[in-house]
């Protein structure tokens, strides 16, 4: 897979916000001034072999690891070598990415385009809707929980390498620990579904094994992060926020390990099932 930029890139923009933020003045009697960077938002614009596909708001850091797990979570591809190019371009405030993929994952995508034209101009509805919002997935194979060493101090040390959050705040991430309990990835976005694809395509772009560690998200656990786990190959989840009892159910049918991490009390393992 070749990736092709015209200037600036994504990563440059996101690596030079401005120096001293947004002023703003304090609601109370004193009225005091103040400068605060902020997170960075930015429309990105998906096209696949020349058909626009998706509009998605973004923040503007890693846009090529989220064009690939945004494709390989939205089934758009099934393998990362069905994307052939990835071409970014900055137009004032937004991007857009030009991906040429293969020839059946084409196909496959035009035939589902074709599927959902008939569906009302309030979006999708019906049987299709829900088959999106409820897809069949693979099971996974059974895999080992982490070692509880693993999961020590691990909010401590997100918060030490969130280093886009640090500045702005506003951002949600996703993280990947090694085998060795080692953060050796963290992608940050405002959105969590995101973050969480950009984490699948740099895991994919660095041909590391998603089985070989777990994922870690901060923001709340929903069902579509369980699919995106799942499609990604993950053995574990961890989550910062509680999952809802769908999620629960979703993650032991497919034998997804899921573990809630509180703020104040021991790990919590909802999947597999307490024997």
């Known amino acids: 897979m070749t990736h092709r930029h015209t200037r600036p890139l994504a990563d440059e923009y996101a690596a030079s916000p401005a120096p001293d933020g947004y002023a703003y003045v304090e609601l109370d009697e004193t009225a005091s001034a103040g400068h605060a960077v902020l997170a960075e938002e930015c429309a990105l614009a998906i096209a696949y072999n020349g058909i626009s596909h998706a509009v998605m708001m973004v923040s503007p850091s890693a846009l090529e690891d989220f064009v690939v797990g945004f494709s390989l979570t939205s089934a758009v591809v099934g393998a990362a070598e069905d994307i052939y190019d990835i071409q970014l371009r900055r137009a004032g405030e937004a991007f857009s990415a030009e991906v040429q993929i293969a020839s059946r994952a084409f196909w496959a995508l035009k035939q589902q385009r074709r599927n ?3 569906t009302s101009g309030c979006g999708l509805c019906g049987v299709e809707a829900l088959e999106q919002a409820l897809p069949q997935l693979d099971t996974l194979s059974v895999n080992p929980l982490p070692p509880a060493l693993h999961l020590d101090n691990l909010r401590t ?15 949600h991430a996703a993280l990947f620990v090694d085998e060795h309990g080692e953060i050796i ?3 940050e976005d405002i959105g969590r579904h995101n973050a969480l694809d950009k984490l699948i395509g740099a895991l994919r772009r ?4 998603a089985r070989r560690g777990f ?3 901060t923001s709340r656990c929903s069902l579509e992060l369980i699919h995106k786990a799942v499609r990604a190959g993950f053995a574990s989840l961890v989550s910062l926020s509680a999952p809802t009892d769908l999620c629960v159910r979703w993650a032991r049918r497919h ?6 991490l509180p703020h104040h009390s021991p790990s919590r393992v909802y999947s597999p099932a307490p024997a």
Request: aromatic share 0%; net charge positive; with cysteine.
């Open 116 to 118: 959902l034209a008939g």
């Open 185 to 187: 990835l963290c992608r």
């Open 215 to 217: 994922a870690v998200v």
């Open 255 to 260: 034998r997804l390990n899921l573990i809630h």
């Open 206 to 209: 660095e041909g590391r094994d």
């Open 157 to 171: 040390r997100i918060g030490e390498v969130q280093k886009l959050a640090r500045h702005s705040g506003a951002l």
